[in-house]
């Protein structure tokens, strides 16, 4: 299973969780549409969220490599979800609830018979306005915990307009990635630290504030 961007590929494994930081949309297409192409050939189940010029993007880039859209789509392999809505839980965004529709959906799949499952996701256009950074991190913390360390049969690439987030948190999200695209390259992630354990301290630092407040 490889990742390709500008000619340049890296192999990924299973329970592969990727980061991609980007400044313009566009680039967002040119990433999952070979992604995706990949994983449709392997009969894998796949799933894009973006907003809806994007999934439109998207359709184009992989019907220009061949893939039938409308087939695949008909056939339950592909899905897009293009409201947000459909991910959030009251409008509010909540990691946990997030990587559950992530583990439903690896389920739903391995019942109809497919092989594995890829995910590629907008998630600036997803928190927009409603997402705090702690949270933020602790989906992608419990996301690598689950994914990379149980080896489970999905490959999920979260993209982010790195342009719209702090700096410091850039630095975090870099921590939980193995694998990183920005901009033209692609690369394995010299910062990639055990989610597990990154997930305990935010939980521990959580319990600390709780109990300053409580005081």
Request: hydrophobic letters at 45%; charged letters at 20%; a neutral charge.
């Amino acid at each position: 299973m490889d990742l390709s961007v500008e000619g340049k590929s890296e192999r990924i494994p299973p329970g592969s969780h990727i980061l991609q930081l980007y400044n313009k949309v566009g680039e967002i297409s040119g990433v999952t549409a070979r992604l995706l192409e990949v994983g449709l050939a392997s009969s894998e189940k796949c799933l894009f969220a973006a907003a809806p010029a994007s999934v439109a993007e998207l359709e184009q880039a992989l019907a220009k490599s061949g893939v039938d859209v409308a087939a695949a789509v008909e056939a339950g392999q592909l899905v897009f979800i293009s409201d947000r809505d459909d991910l959030l839980v009251n409008k509010r965004f909540d990691p946990y609830h997030l990587l559950s529709t992530h583990q439903t959906f690896i389920a739903q799949a391995l019942r109809e018979g497919w092989k594995a499952v890829r995910i590629s996701m907008d998630m600036t256009w997803l928190t927009h306005e409603i997402a705090q950074s702690e949270q933020v991190l602790k989906y992608e913390a419990a996301s690598d915990a689950v994914f990379t360390f149980q080896n489970a049969p999905i490959i999920a690439l979260m993209h982010y307009d790195y342009s719209k987030l702090p700096g410091a948190l850039v630095v975090e999200m870099l921590k939980l990635h193995p694998i990183a695209v920005v901009g033209k390259f692609i690369k394995r992630n010299p910062y990639y630290l055990n989610s597990e354990q990154y997930l305990l301290k935010i939980l521990r630092v959580n319990r600390e504030k709780n109990r300053v407040v409580a005081v």
